[in-house]
């Protein structure tokens, strides 16, 4: 399991990278509403990205111990998502709702490209 605490560091490093400049964004730009709706769903995407890799350590720990578990934590994250969601949809002038969409899906893509500079790295 050290392979996957590593790899939750390093894709918790480049969500934190992409939300300072989210925030620069914010305090610098005229797009206030657009950064903050970034802000909060890859805020809402990062805790769920640590829910996932506690969830699956949890379950590779059961394993090992010939243990069950429930689930993965699929309804938790799916209700952060929707407390996102609502938020921009209370605050409509003040949090873009596709901005919010956009910053939900941030942990899987950041997933995705890990995956790939990983996968090019290893065969070097």
């Given at each position: 399991?050290?392979?996957?605490?590593?790899?939750?560091?390093?894709?918790?490093?480049?969500?934190?990278?992409?939300?300072?400049?989210?925030?620069?964004?914010?305090?610098?730009?005229?797009?206030?509403?657009?950064?903050?709706?970034?802000?909060?769903?890859?805020?809402?995407?990062?805790?769920?990205?640590?829910?996932?890799?506690?969830?699956?350590?949890?379950?590779?720990?059961?394993?090992?111990?010939?243990?069950?578990?429930?689930?993965?934590?699929?309804?938790?994250?799916?209700?952060?998502?929707?407390?996102?969601?609502?938020?921009?949809?209370?605050?409509?002038?003040?949090?873009?709702?596709?901005?919010?969409?956009?910053?939900?899906?941030?942990?899987?893509?950041?997933?995705?490209?890990d995956f790939f500079l990983q996968t090019f790295?290893?065969?070097?």
């Amino acid at each position: 399991m050290p392979e996957l605490k590593a790899t939750y560091v390093r894709q918790r490093k480049y969500i934190f990278l992409l939300l300072s400049i989210y925030v620069l964004g914010w305090g610098f730009t005229s797009y206030q509403s657009i950064f903050l709706g970034l802000v909060l769903g890859t805020s809402c995407s990062l805790f769920n990205l640590w829910l996932l890799a506690r969830k699956t350590e949890q379950f590779g720990n059961a394993v090992a111990n010939g243990e069950k578990i429930r689930s993965l934590g699929m309804v938790s994250r799916m209700a952060m998502a929707v407390l996102a969601v609502f938020v921009a949809m209370k605050y409509p002038e003040k949090v873009h709702l596709i901005s919010v969409v956009i910053g939900l899906m941030t942990s899987y893509v950041v997933i995705m490209i890990d995956f790939f500079l990983q996968t090019f790295h290893l065969r070097k």
